[in-house]
């Protein structure tokens, strides 16, 4: 499992480690692995142009000092020095000591050192930098940003924040970003993660110093695999769940049946179907049980899924709220849910919604959530007393009470698509109905979801059934 700590957790492990430790020791460790990172990106050191882009403190320090290693293999490197008179004095040192030069950020000619560049080093601002880039950082990333060199964050990009992921401002965009010891929330969250391109982790030994409970936690195949849900020689549909499905309506049926394939594919026995797309749902899959007497009457579930496609049918919501079994409520579930009701529930409940649908339950606008996620995720999380999957790029589920966001990035941009949301859906909630707990649930079914996706589009555009159908290729890619 992947795991993010926040910059307090971080910056009080390095204080532990460093007391047991030779001064100055954290500092070689990040920066060897930096300059290894860097190597590699660049192939060939042995006459490759370098600028280094060095602010205050250790993480100027941590770039100067890797500059020296590039240079004593035969790289051209230059610092461009933003506050020569806070800059690390160490490996300042270390780098001229090496061949390589600097200069004033605000000296002529500073654009063409990092235009000139093969590979630009971005060490402007560390792990406490709040809100964008301001002075002379902000034409530095300008100017990064119109070369057309690789760009190597150290820790991670300048200008984003570490503990939630927002960027508020300019921010250098890396290619590569080297973080020390363990990820940061921002480095796996929106619009961050974005700014961070690939991520690689340097072992600089935190691990043994590290609270036990992370920020974020990044579930990888093997911990997937664990929960997926594998029937033993005694089961049968019933033994397996059945969950139930309350969606669709005249406009709509094409949510009912996408919702019913996620079902369908998610493990579960058996899916009953409640709702006017009766014979959409039986036409496409006539295992379906499907009932017309309303969720209270349509028999034995240990799951409902409700909204996707629902129009206007706030009855049918109430009803499926007030059930005593797992719940999630997704699309139309989500306008039409009584906040109360949803609050007051004893059984577990899982919400779904997009960023837009997000906003309109925290009462913000659409922006305020998408650059702001995580702390979206939480708040909803903790006012409607659920668990909450907050749809996205970067897909977050959040328990009520607090404790790790599990974050997804499995999907792929051809999820973006009409019904691929109710398929998600059905997917959970078979989930839910198979026993596993809500935020497990969201988890393992994003995961998927996103496997999916991938499998479904291969580089290509992709339709909600078609990741539907692509959902058990996945679940063998876990399980293999």
Same mark, same amino acid.
């Given at each position: 499992m992947r795991?993010a700590?926040?910059?307090?957790?971080?910056?009080?492990?390095?204080r532990?480690l460093?007391a047991?430790?030779?001064?100055?020791?954290?500092?070689?460790?990040?920066a060897?692995?930096?300059a290894?990172a860097?190597?590699?990106l660049l192939?060939?050191?042995?006459?490759?142009?370098v600028?280094?882009l060095i602010?205050?403190?250790?993480?100027?320090?941590?770039a100067?000092y890797?500059?020296?290693?590039?240079?004593?293999?035969g790289?051209?490197?230059t610092a461009v020095?933003?506050?020569?008179?806070?800059?690390?004095?160490g490996g300042?040192?270390?780098l001229?000591?090496?061949?390589?030069?600097?200069?004033?950020?605000?000296?002529e000619g500073?654009?063409g050192?990092v235009?000139?560049?093969?590979?630009?080093?971005d060490g402007?601002?560390g792990i406490g930098?709040?809100?964008?880039?301001r002075g002379?950082a902000?034409p530095?990333?300008e100017?990064v940003g119109r070369s057309g060199?690789?760009?190597?964050a150290?820790?991670l990009?300048?200008?984003?924040?570490?503990?939630t992921?927002?960027?508020?401002?300019a921010a250098?965009?890396a290619?590569?970003?080297v973080?020390f010891?363990?990820?940061?929330?921002g480095?796996?969250?929106?619009?961050a993660?974005?700014?961070?391109?690939s991520?690689?982790?340097?072992?600089i030994g935190?691990?043994?110093v590290l609270?036990?409970?992370?920020e974020?936690?990044?579930?990888q195949?093997?911990?997937v695999?664990?929960?997926?849900p594998r029937?033993g020689?005694?089961?049968?549909?019933y033994?397996?769940g059945?969950?139930?499905?309350?969606?669709?309506s005249a406009?709509?049926?094409g949510?009912?049946?996408?919702?019913?394939a996620?079902a369908l594919?998610?493990?579960?026995g058996?899916?009953r179907y409640v709702?006017?797309?009766?014979?959409?749902?039986?036409a496409?899959f006539p295992?379906t049980?499907v009932?017309?007497r309303g969720p209270a009457?349509?028999?034995?579930?240990?799951a409902?899924?409700?909204?996707?496609?629902?129009?206007e049918?706030a009855?049918v919501v109430?009803?499926v709220?007030?059930?005593?079994?797992?719940?999630?409520?997704d699309?139309?579930?989500?306008?039409?849910?009584?906040?109360?009701?949803?609050?007051?529930?004893?059984a577990?409940?899982l919400l779904t919604p997009?960023a837009g649908?997000?906003a309109?339950?925290?009462g913000?606008?659409?922006?305020?959530?998408?650059g702001?996620r995580l702390?979206a995720?939480?708040?909803?999380?903790?006012?409607?007393?659920?668990?909450?999957l907050l749809k996205?790029s970067t897909?977050?589920?959040?328990?009520?009470?607090?404790?790790?966001?599990r974050?997804? %990035?499995? *999907?792929?941009?051809? @999820?973006?698509t009409?019904?691929?949301?109710?398929? $998600?859906? #059905? =997917?959970a !909630?078979?989930?839910? %109905?198979? *026993?596993?707990t809500a @935020?497990?649930a969201?988890?393992?079914?994003?995961y $998927?979801h #996103? =496997?999916a !996706?991938?499998?479904? %589009?291969?580089g290509a555009?992709a339709g909600?059934?078609d990741?539907a159908?692509a959902?058990p290729?996945?679940?063998r890619?876990?399980?293999?």
């Amino acid at each position: 499992m992947r795991t993010a700590y926040s910059v307090e957790s971080v910056r009080a492990a390095e204080r532990e480690l460093m007391a047991r430790v030779p001064e100055g020791a954290l500092m070689q460790r990040a920066a060897a692995g930096l300059a290894a990172a860097c190597a590699g990106l660049l192939g060939r050191v042995y006459g490759s142009r370098v600028a280094l882009l060095i602010g205050s403190g250790d993480n100027g320090g941590d770039a100067l000092y890797a500059g020296a290693r590039l240079a004593r293999r035969g790289a051209g490197v230059t610092a461009v020095l933003l506050s020569p008179e806070r800059v690390h004095g160490g490996g300042l040192t270390a780098l001229l000591r090496a061949g390589g030069r600097a200069v004033h950020a605000g000296d002529e000619g500073v654009a063409g050192v990092v235009g000139r560049a093969d590979l630009v080093l971005d060490g402007i601002v560390g792990i406490g930098g709040k809100g964008g880039l301001r002075g002379p950082a902000v034409p530095l990333a300008e100017a990064v940003g119109r070369s057309g060199a690789a760009v190597v964050a150290v820790d991670l990009p300048s200008g984003v924040d570490a503990d939630t992921g927002e960027v508020r401002g300019a921010a250098v965009r890396a290619d590569l970003t080297v973080t020390f010891g363990t990820h940061k929330p921002g480095l796996l969250v929106d619009p961050a993660r974005e700014y961070a391109g690939s991520v690689r982790l340097v072992d600089i030994g935190l691990g043994d110093v590290l609270p036990p409970e992370p920020e974020l936690e990044a579930l990888q195949h093997a911990e997937v695999a664990r929960l997926l849900p594998r029937p033993g020689a005694e089961s049968d549909k019933y033994r397996r769940g059945v969950v139930g499905v309350a969606a669709g309506s005249a406009r709509y049926p094409g949510a009912a049946v996408l919702a019913v394939a996620g079902a369908l594919r998610g493990g579960a026995g058996a899916v009953r179907y409640v709702g006017p797309a009766a014979e959409a749902v039986i036409a496409r899959f006539p295992e379906t049980l499907v009932s017309d007497r309303g969720p209270a009457h349509a028999g034995r579930v240990q799951a409902w899924v409700v909204g996707p496609g629902a129009g206007e049918d706030a009855d049918v919501v109430a009803e499926v709220v007030a059930a005593d079994v797992p719940v999630l409520i997704d699309a139309d579930g989500l306008r039409l849910a009584d906040a109360d009701a949803v609050r007051g529930r004893g059984a577990p409940t899982l919400l779904t919604p997009h960023a837009g649908e997000a906003a309109a339950l925290l009462g913000i606008d659409r922006e305020e959530v998408e650059g702001a996620r995580l702390a979206a995720v939480r708040e909803l999380a903790g006012r409607y007393a659920a668990t909450v999957l907050l749809k996205g790029s970067t897909t977050l589920v959040a328990d009520p009470g607090g404790g790790a966001v599990r974050v997804n %990035a499995t *999907g792929t941009g051809w @999820l973006a698509t009409a019904g691929s949301g109710d398929v $998600l859906s #059905g =997917l959970a !909630g078979s989930l839910l %109905a198979a *026993g596993l707990t809500a @935020l497990d649930a969201g988890s393992v079914a994003a995961y $998927l979801h #996103g =496997l999916a !996706g991938r499998f479904a %589009a291969d580089g290509a555009p992709a339709g909600a059934h078609d990741v539907a159908e692509a959902i058990p290729g996945a679940w063998r890619d876990v399980r293999g």
